[in-house]
């Protein structure tokens, strides 16, 4: 059902309309805010258009699976002044009257010859009155009439009754007041209310009764004799008052009782992730001995070294290469690089030693690039009834020690759960707005003081936004960019072109995350509906 500023649409789904069924009405004959009615065929669905005219308003009603549409029209009194009166229409047979001096009576006997209808004017009636009017309806002449001489009419079916409009006054307050003591001494009537969708309790607060069943509120809808019972077992609402009363709430129990529509809210949750790095390191190194003199990559390294030297016809490369087991008649050289830049978690590498004079030169370069992309979707979904809060939670509970101020400790657990909770609220016209709390939560390590804890990584969203039945909208977004790009190198050698490259380690890394979360509403107005979806 959606309400535009000049008509009514109402799509009925999977409901096909006979072709011998689909018309268009003209109803602006009627006078009222409605003109024309359409019904046609689109697909397998029925459309019901009701174009209106003017300032107009809608009720709609649904019970027992059929629809009830009640358009009124809308009147504005600020803009029309509180001392405007309201515009009367005359539709009587016109009639043209030309009196000098005559009396009311004999006007208002007249009137009653012409209209047909039966007009009795009391005793206090009287006076004499000047008209000329031509082509008049005969009850706007009555009209003017009273009006002139301060009289006032009452209408029974054909019978009207004319008299002064103080004299009618006073007889419609004597009713009043006799009606008012035959309530207040008169006979109570009990009636019982067995509510079908309602809840009996619900009952209580309109009402506005104690746990007694009495009420002293001023404002509520019992009498001064009046009394309420509510039976919460039978759901049942007992009223004892008098016939007015009970008439009242035969009328307000037969359209608050009506079953109460469905939305079936259901969120999306998408999270990307994308992710590029690069690791490129070396491992550059010399060992020798010269005379006197050796040298390594530090002074332990140079220490060690002293006094050794290699062994002859077997060179420290080929040995290291060919993982010989010949054992040299020398000890070997330590070999320990002088420039370490390596790469952490490499996938590949490719090393070099190779022997130099009476030492040894060694290189390894090694590289390593990973890429990574992952989605994760998270589609919790919910039934409620109409300006119903519903919840669903899924995920764990994080144990975690709390201690008070005596010394003692307990264990307190924290949710860490995925959560929809949502509060809808169906508008006249079809839409649907929503108060939503997204909760995504997951557990995950967290090193603090050097020791391991478990920690929540949260993403929550609450909002209010309003969309069409099954229509789908963004609520909300994260979008993260991280960009790192890390030179490490050896001063001086590190930014000598080209062979500078074997005295640096480059590590380059991108990664990209991207949160989006999606609401769809459902209106369910029967029961199949649910078990189809």
């Not at 009137?111 to 008049?136: H, P, Q």
């Not at 079908?196 to 309790?201: A, D, F, H, T």
């Amino acid at each position: 059902i959606k309400k535009q500023s000049d008509r009514i649409t109402v799509t009925l789904k999977n409901h096909p309309l006979p072709a011998q069924a689909q018309r268009s009405l003209d109803v602006s004959d009627f006078n009222t805010p409605v003109r024309n009615v359409t019904m046609k065929r689109i697909g397998n669905d029925t459309q019901l258009v009701i174009r209106n005219h003017g300032s107009w308003d809608v009720n709609t009603q649904s019970a027992n699976g059929r629809f009830s549409f009640e358009i009124s029209q809308k009147t504005n009194i600020a803009s029309q002044g509180l001392s405007a009166t309201p515009n009367k229409s005359f539709n009587g047979r016109k009639i043209s009257l030309d009196f000098q001096d005559v009396e009311v009576r004999t006007i208002l006997q007249i009137l009653a010859k012409e209209s047909g209808m039966n007009i009795v004017a009391s005793d206090t009636v009287n006076g004499k009155m000047t008209l000329s009017l031509k082509d008049v309806p005969w009850d706007q002449a009555l009209d003017l009439v009273m009006q002139a001489r301060n009289l006032d009419m009452r209408r029974q079916g054909n019978i009207i009754n004319v008299a002064p409009r103080e004299e009618l006054l006073a007889k419609d307050k004597a009713t009043l007041q006799a009606q008012k003591e035959i309530d207040d001494l008169g006979p109570l009537l009990s009636q019982t209310f067995q509510l079908k969708y309602k809840n009996v309790e619900e009952f209580r607060k309109i009402l506005r009764l104690d746990e007694s069943g009495n009420s002293s509120d001023r404002n509520t809808l019992l009498s001064g004799r009046g009394s309420a019972l509510i039976d919460p077992a039978t759901n049942t609402l007992i009223i004892t008052d008098n016939r007015l009363v009970i008439q009242k709430f035969q009328k307000l129990i037969e359209e608050l009782d009506v079953p109460t529509r469905q939305v079936m809210v259901e969120a999306r949750i998408v999270e990307a992730e994308d992710g590029f790095s690069r690791n490129i390191g070396v491992k550059f190194g010399y060992t020798g001995v010269n005379g006197r003199s050796t040298w390594g990559s530090n002074w332990t390294n140079a220490v060690n070294n002293s006094g050794t030297a290699y062994n002859n016809g077997v060179t420290l490369a080929n040995a290291v290469l060919s993982g010989s087991s010949t054992i040299p008649t020398t000890t070997p050289l330590e070999m320990s690089p002088n420039i370490s830049l390596p790469v952490a978690a490499a996938t590949s590498s490719i090393a070099l030693v190779r022997a130099v004079s009476s030492g040894a030169l060694g290189l390894e370069l090694a590289a390593m690039q990973e890429q990574s992309k992952g989605k994760i979707i998270s589609n919790p979904r919910v039934l409620t009834q109409d300006r119903k809060e519903a919840k669903i939670e899924s995920g764990s509970e994080i144990p975690y020690e709390e201690a008070t101020s005596s010394g003692a400790t307990s264990i307190t657990f924290k949710k860490a759960v995925l959560g929809l909770t949502v509060t809808p609220n169906i508008t006249p016209d079809g839409q649907v707005i929503m108060s939503v709390k997204i909760n995504k939560d997951s557990p995950q390590d967290c090193i603090t003081g050097g020791v391991t804890t478990k920690c929540i990584s949260t993403k929550q969203l609450q909002t209010q936004a309003m969309v069409e039945d099954g229509g789908t909208l963004i609520v909300g977004g994260i979008y993260e960019e991280e960009n790192g790009n890390t030179v490490a190198k050896v001063p001086l050698l590190g930014d000598i072109p080209v062979v500078g490259n074997l005295f640096k380690s480059r590590t380059r890394s991108e990664k990209r995350r991207e949160l989006l979360i999606f609401i769809t509403p459902r209106i369910m107005d029967h029961v199949g509906s649910n078990l189809r979806y």
